[in-house]
Every structure is written in structure tokens, then in C-alpha cells.
């Protein structure tokens, strides 16, 4: 592996004993860094920790060991004004440490971390929408900078917001020799013979910040992994036991968590890490949930063995269930077993490779995207094509379907603020958005030749005006149809309307269409039945 | 309501003040009745219960009383030979009453409660395979003798073998008034207006009592719904308050526990009782569980908001999602969620009302039953038609659907005796049996001309030979192909197997096929790559 990049703050470092910044904005680092002991082991029985106060805001943060006998406590200031803060340590030289900084307002594009909307949607912090559009960049932070930087630049200018990524490399031969050969690791030591997994490496995890750093910099979420089965008993990285794991979680959370962009996904995978049962994960997710001060979002991405998402300390559901795509209803069922927001973070990918993971046609897998979202949750992008392995390294794209997201994209965001809900769900199959105002209705590989316009009674009203766009959802198309439908009560059916002159909508019999529904103008309130929705 | 019958055991009560039988078969009721005290409220305050031993096996049941000063124990021995039984009370005229009778072994339709098996199907508890073909019948106990004699005699000719049906009535005009007007009621009063619900109304069970014995008699599981919403504020029976369901619930499970053919259904589309939440169930949940002595199977009907069957008391799904089996998958997915059997009790219904739930035609009740089928799960039939509603009162069926429902369930019950389970089901979607040896392959509404003959890899060899019959599944045509089929590895791809010749099968053209392939000759075991089921 390429020498890691130095970070700013790093060489900052060399200006004093103790460092800490006068100013930061809100929900950025606030860094403070102190000199103490080297000696002995200072990953093993040092406590070190601060209580920031702004008013009636009080957090404790955990400080990490960055090497060469310096400390460091990393804080996210979520309001604006002066901070205070006093450390506490077991360690004279790191006890008792006073001080203060004023924090800014955000600048523009800096919303603070996401948060659950409205429990099956997400938002930052300052009430900004965050629809994910996420991507898999697993192996990114450990490639050389050419191909880094062409990460950073490919997803500038791609629709993808969120990314997820490895804390700690697979075992792959690439990594053991060659110009990739990985020489620091996350823990001290060379090889499988002389780990000590009792002492981390803090130079692996610069390069780490610096990924961590980049991306919130381009406004897109890190879905950092933080265990993976990838080892195939040659580092051993994912059997070193649930000592270790504890130790690794919170040097993780110590060292990560006042980055606003911070998903923790604790594992990817997690059931083909054989030594480890649901009551490890459990256990490693509680103790993220208490020593993470800002309560990023949690979750675990499963395997063949389904963890729990039900459990209290999971924000949000990491799903890899292919079928789950197939059609829009399926992750409509989800929200309703889990409560929580549906992110379907593997649906395969786009791609050539001889595993069938990674074979999908760009028309597969813009479906699937769009399946997800129609069924009111979420989807993540990979693309796996042998002559660019994007979800391994990064790089470059070259598949059809992220243009598509895009446009898939730019619809929801031109949406429902309220993000696109399953629309009288428990009957209907592929109809989003929000029930009399807007609906998103998702054909999929039906080749209509026409759709008769007739919408759910939910919310709806005698006299209801709306106008409606055909989107072909692979040529990218959106066309308005010159005419205003008017909906009336289908006679003799009390769960439908339709439009008064009974007109359909003609369709050219083609995959992958669309349309979009919109209010226009008011009709009158009829009052509703009062039946229960099952009925 | 008409007078209930009177069951033969009440009438031997007459004999004495002890009585008790000498024999019994195994898992048949054994009946102890004793005569106590009928001063004061005997269901408040008056413990009851007996222990039954036979050799290591010990089992505490509760006895419950039975009105005009008799009180009942009933016990379900699960072994042959002598069982000797003790009471406990903290009446002295139940106290310390001992006994003992010779338990038989069973006759031969007499094969024990089911028991979960195989983490997503079911058993007896003698071993034998038991396959939940339900129906629906909610009210049926509370009907007059001619039509509760009529359902009987159709489902003596029908394919079910289990029946869901409510425990205590929906509040319902024809109940109110007219030749069915209910004048016992399963609290002692006549009206809201009177109600004690600190006092059960003994002969309202006994005509429960009835029901149930007649099922067993049937050989048909009787799925009792404990509680349910349906009672619009006119009774309150499901507004009566939780210290009353806890008493309730310890009633019918005293009471009918012995039947070892209960299910206990703790409730009937569960959210909609609004004084009720999810935490008032795991209590109700946890006391049928601590007080059944015999762990019949557990679960809840839900509505709009479900429960987490992920629960341990749980121990099988009873879903109402309709979108579920719409395709096959999705039931696959439920069971990886949630590790257990998954029966979709409510799938809508056959019929002809106004209300959308019972307006599906046979065609697509067969074809919901299919899919749940082929994902690996159960289903359950209901029959709506507005000349004959069976889902209320029973009587007789004219659908179409339970013919087919019949054909169906001889298929399963000749194929494999694990059950269907789905197979390569990450990434196929309509196939289940047993990988390697038995394939149920089902098309649902697509209307194929042919199939080409391709399985999926897991279990397979070179050179394994199959048959295979066509099956119409409306038409209940079971057609086999006068040919053998041979297996290779198709080229180039890592995940399939193909006949050696790319034979296809020919199919008509028409909705609701599927094929039965069946192996007839071993091939030659190729090593199995050893990749994960997701790759």
C-alpha cells in the first residue's frame, strides 16, 4: 500500500503539547489534542475522556490514542455558541485539561448528521430531507491515490450521497503482494505471526480519517463497515475474539464518531463470521449506542442469517434480500415488520463477473432501484464489471444504470418532502408518494399499452384535479400529457376513483415505465367510511 | 342463540361428587370433577389445580370451575401407563383429592398436538408430517344446531384440517335479535348494562366445550382466537380491561388446554382493540405460555400494526398481509426473518361482498395458496359469498376453490416429507421441495409455451435422472411426461444444471401451471465449490 496521505491536522500536531481549535461550525470536528504518556500500553487501562457544555447540552467524548504519545478527543458541537470543556483521565497528564471554543453556524452545505424521519424515512439534522442514494466502494480507503482520487472525482459528479465501505481490507491476494501490498494494519504488527491485537495502528487509521474526511466533504455519508468475515483464517482480523471486537468498536467510535456523515454498520455480512453469534453483534451495537455522544445511525448488513433489525438499538434496516426487488411490495412489507426505515443495501450489481451477484443488466438493476423506492424504502448502487471493479476498489464507473439513479433521484427529490410512501399498500402493489396529492405509479416490466386512470380512494375527493407525466425510467424520459383528469367514485366500488370521462392513459407497451400523478386542483371532501385499511 | 348441546361428560356429572375416568388414550382428555364450595365468587380467589405424575413426568394443570358448586380438572397424558394425580387448593374440599388412571395408547387417528417442526413446518407429536390446509369459520359456534351440524358435515368432506374461529362472538345485529339472538353470554350478565366480569358464565363454555370436541372428533386443529376487536363498543367485552383478559385467558386455557387439538390464537387482528397494546400481549402471550402445560402452538392474527413474531412465546407467524402471497417469495423471505413456520391466515377470500377482502375469485384464492406453498409456508381459505358466508357462520361451501385447495394438498402430502422448502431461494422465485431430489416448479399467471429444463446446482450431479408431471393446478390434471430427463453442468455458468440434451418441456400457454419433477436415478456427486448461498 501507497504511503497514507498526511492529514492537515496531523502535521498541525507538531505546534505544541496541546492543540485545540479556537472556532469550528456546527456539526464539524472540534479537535482537541494533548501529549501524555507513551510508556506501557496506552490502548490497554488508559481512561481518557471530556464533558463538553454549551448550556444545557452536556456530552461525554471518549479520546483516542494516536501514537507517539498523543491524545486526542474529537467532538461534534451540534449548537452554535461557546463550548466548554474539561477532560478526565486516569492519567495526570490528560486530567483535568480545560477550555473552550465558540462554534459557527454551518456553512451552506453542512447539515449535520442524518437522522430517522418520520420512521421509515431519513433527514439531516437541520430537518433537510436525505433521500440515500447510496453506492459500494468497499475496498476504496486501501488503493493507491491515483485511484482514490478518481474515487473522489467519479462520485462528484455521480448521484450517490451515501457510501459503503470497509474499516478494515478483505484478504485478497492483491492486498499480500504486488503494488497494493497493505504493510500497516489496523493493529501492530506485520503478518498473522506477530499481530498484537491488544495494541492499534494508529497510522492505518490517518488514512481512514482521511476517507472518512474526503467523502463528507463531497456531502456524501460513510457507511463504515466496521467487521467483515473477509479473511479466509489469513489475517484473522475477524477471529481475534470479542475482546478485541469490544476494543476495536470503541476505538472506532472514539476516533469517528464527531464526523456528522458517520453510519455505523457494524458489520457487513456478519453471519459468515463464524465465531460470532447474534448476542456478539447485540452486544457490539450497545456498546456503539453508548459511546457514540451524537447517536449516528446503527445498523448491521446481513448475510444468510437475518439479524434482528426489531431490536432497539438498530436505526434502520441494512437488507441484503435480492427478492426483496423484485417487485415494489416486498420492502413495503419490510417497513411494516420492521418499523424503521428500509435501506436495501444489496440488490447485486451491475456488472460482467462470473459470480451471479455481480451479473445485472443496467436495466435490472435501475428496476430494483426503483422497485425499493416504490415500495417506500431505499437502494445502494455497486457495479462490478471485470474491467472495473468498482465495488472493490473504486475508480471509475462505467455501467448504465447511475445515469438512471440519477434521474431516479432528481424524481424524489422533486417529490413528497414527505418522502414516497406506499400508497394504500396493503391492496395496491406498485404506487408511491403521498396519497391525494402525488402518486409514483411503477410498471416494471408490464408492457401496458394503456393504464385506465383509476387511483385509491385514500384521501381522495369527488372533483380532485390532476395532471400526469409518463416517465420512461430507462431512456430518461419525462412527458407531460396535455389534459386535466378529474376523478369521480367508480359506481359500485368504495376503495376507487376514477376519472369522470372514464379515460386511460396510453402506454407504449414498453418495460420500465412510469407515471407521475400530480394534484392540480381541489375537488370536494367526501367523508371517509371509517373502515379499517385491511378492510 | 339456541340452547347448547349438552355434552354426554356434564351429564355423568350427575352421578356423584367425585368423578373421574379410569382410562383414557393417550393425549385424549382426562376429567376429574370434584364438588367445592359455590359460596362467594369461586373464579376469584379459589386455587385450584392438580399434579399428574408418570414416572419422571410431572405436569401441574389448573383446574377451573364449572358453576353450581362443580369444579373440573382437565389433564392430556402424554404417556401410556399409570398416571397418579394429586389436587392442590386452598379449598379444602378440592385439596389433597388423589387418584390415578391407566393411559392407553392411542387409536389410529389420534396422533398428538403439532408441534413445530424443522424450524418452518409442522408435526404431530407422534412424528407424524402435519401440513395446516385452515379454513375460516369465525363464528361458528354460536350458530343454530342445523348450521353447525351442516359445518361439520362439510368439513368432513373438505380438505382442511384446521379451523380458526373467535371464542367469544363479534358483536353483530343478528345476534342481538331475531332466532339468533345470543342470550349466554361468556360473562355472567344479560347486557352492557350488567356485565360481571369477575364471573365467567359456565354454560357459555360448555357449548365452546362442544365445538372443539367435534374438530378433535374431525381430526381438524381448532386455531382459537382468544380475543378480538369486533365488538365496536355495544358488548366491551374486548374493552374490559387487561386484569380481566388475564383471567379470561387463564380460564380458556385451564379449560381447554387438554384438547390436543389446540392452537391458541391470542387475538384476532390484534391492534385494532385500542385499549390494547403490544406489551398487554407478551403478558397474555407469557401466561397462556407459563399456564398451558402442554405448549400448544402460539400465536396472533394481525392487523395494521404486527407483532413481533420474533418473540420467544411465539411459535409459528399468523399473518394477514395479502401482498405476501401474491408471488411466491415473499413468504420465503417472512421465514428467514422470522425462523419460524409462516401460515397466511387471512389471504383474503373467495366470494362475492361488497368489502374488497372477500371478493377473489377461486382462480386467485388457488393461486395465493400456491405461492404460499411454494414459499415454504401455509395458507389459510375463507369463503365470502353473499349467498352463503362461510367465514361468518360455516355451513356450506360453493366456492371453487377447495377443490383445488384439496388437490393441492395431496401433492404436498405425497412429496417430500421435510415439506416444501424453497430452494435456492435467494435467487429463484418459484420453486420449492427438496434441492437435489423433488422440485415443485410453479408459474402463477405467466403463460408459458415451454420451460426449458434448468435447475439450480445446490444438490446436484452429472447425470442425475428425473421424471416430470405437468400439473394444471385449476384444472387438477396431473400429466407425466413419458421421458427422462439427465443432468449436466450448463457451460460457462457456475449456478445451474440443464438437461443433457437442452430438452425444454412444452406448456399450454395458460395461467396456473407447474411442473413436478421427481428424481429416478442417482449421477455421479460432484464436489460442491463450497461457496456461500449468496454468491
Known sequence: MKPFLL?????????????????????????LTLD??????????????????????????????????????????????????????????????????????????????????????????????????????????????????QTIETLRSSPFNKARFLAVPPYKERYVEGPLKITVFPFEGTSRNNWDFSRFNPEYFKNLDESVRQLRELGIEADLILFRPYDKGKWGFDMAGQEVNRRFARYMVARYAAFRNIWWSLANENSFIKNMDDKDWDELFQLVQEKDPYHHLRSIHN????????????????????NVVKAPYPTAILRDIYKKPIVNDEINYEGDVESRWGQLSGEELTFRFWNALIGGGYATHGESYKSSPWISIGGRLIGSSPDRIAFLRKIVETGPTTGLEPIDHFYENNMAGKAGEYYLVYFGKDKLNKWDFVLPRRELAAGVKFKVD?????????TPLNKVFEVVPVPGNRYKFMDKNKSAIKLPAKPYMALRIRKVGDGKKVQSDGRHELE
Not at 492543540?19 to 469550528?24: A, E, Y
Not at 488508559?46 to 454549551?54: D, E, V
Request: hydrophobic fraction near 25%.
Open 36 to 149: 501524555g504518556p507513551s510508556s506501557g500500553n496506552p490502548f490497554i487501562g488508559t481512561t481518557f475522556s471530556a464533558q463538553f457544555s454549551n448550556g444545557d447540552k452536556v456530552y461525554e467524548q471518549e479520546g483516542y490514542y494516536d501514537g507517539n504519545g498523543v491524545y486526542k478527543i474529537r467532538f461534534m458541537p451540534d449548537r452554535e455558541g461557546t463550548w466548554t470543556y474539561v477532560t478526565s483521565s486516569n492519567k495526570k497528564e490528560l486530567d483535568s485539561n480545560k477550555g473552550s471554543f465558540e462554534c459557527s453556524k454551518p456553512s451552506e452545505k453542512n447539515h449535520g448528521p442524518v437522522r430517522v424521519r418520520a420512521d421509515y424515512h431519513f433527514q439531516y439534522e437541520d430537518g433537510t430531507p436525505f433521500y440515500p442514494f447510496g453506492t459500494t466502494i468497499y475496498e476504496w480507503p486501501f488503493q493507491d491515490a491515483r485511484t482514490k482520487n
Open 470 to 478: 409518463v416517465i420512461d425510467t430507462w431512456n430518461m424520459t419525462i
Open 7 to 31: 492529514s492537515v491536522l496531523s502535521l498541525l500536531l507538531l505546534s505544541g503539547s496541546v492543540f485545540s481549535q479556537n472556532k469550528v461550525e456546527k456539526w464539524d470536528v472540534f479537535e
Open 303 to 322: 448475510a444468510d442469517r437475518i439479524y434482528d433489525y426489531t431490536k432497539p438499538w438498530v436505526s434502520h434496516v441494512s437488507y441484503q434480500y435480492y
